[in-house]
């Protein structure tokens, strides 16, 4: 199944930046956490000098926008905002798929398979779904069949 709002994202996103990295974003490619994808708008963590920023990027009908919290970042397009839209270029599976739903108190959420145990025994997530086989390869403590 295609995923258009995906396809949308990295088109808009590769019109914006270089695939070469600056030599102030090269440091922070690839070293985010938290990455989440909801639609057309990623947002992820990223450790900088003066703290953990938060950071987003979101293609909307006018336009791709990008913000980030820190103090260059605060009208988009800095060296974090740079990094996350090649970290996701690179990888986009390693972003979370957060999937809104008609009910507010429910959203899904999409994982490797290999994860979906991790999230449920943490609490990140209520149920989970996953072949026996990675039950099994987890070890299984506290998730049921």
């Given at each position: 199944?295609?995923?258009?709002?995906?396809?949308?994202?990295?088109?808009?996103?590769?019109?914006?930046?270089?695939?070469?990295?600056?030599?102030?974003?090269?440091?922070?490619?690839?070293?985010?956490?938290?990455?989440?994808?909801?639609?057309?708008?990623?947002?992820?963590?990223?450790?900088?000098?003066?703290?953990?920023?938060?950071?987003?990027?979101?293609?909307?009908?006018?336009?791709?926008?990008?913000?980030?919290?820190?103090?260059?970042?605060?009208?988009?397009?800095?060296?974090?905002?740079?990094?996350?839209?090649?970290?996701f270029?690179?990888?986009?599976?390693?972003?979370?798929?957060v999937?809104?739903?008609?009910?507010?108190?429910v959203?899904?959420?999409?994982?490797?398979?290999?994860?979906?145990?991790?999230?449920?025994?943490?609490?990140?997530?209520d149920?989970?779904?996953?072949?026996?086989?990675?039950?099994?390869?987890?070890?299984?403590?506290?998730?049921?069949?």
């Open positions: 199944m295609a995923d258009t709002a995906l396809d949308q994202l990295q088109t808009a996103i590769k019109r914006q930046w270089s695939r070469v990295p600056s030599q102030k974003a090269k440091p922070y490619v690839n070293a985010f956490t938290a990455t989440v994808r909801s639609g057309t708008k990623i947002t992820a963590k990223v450790v900088g000098n003066h703290g953990t920023y938060t950071v987003s990027i979101q293609l909307d009908a006018q336009a791709l926008t990008s913000a980030c919290s820190c103090y260059i970042g605060k009208h988009g397009y800095c060296h974090h905002c740079e990094a996350l839209a090649l970290t270029l690179r990888d986009p599976g390693q972003f979370k798929v999937t809104p739903t008609q009910r507010k108190d959203r899904l959420i999409v994982v490797r398979a290999s994860d979906a145990p991790t999230y449920v025994q943490h609490g990140a997530a149920l989970g779904i996953a072949g026996r086989d990675v039950l099994h390869e987890h070890g299984g403590a506290g998730l049921y069949q």
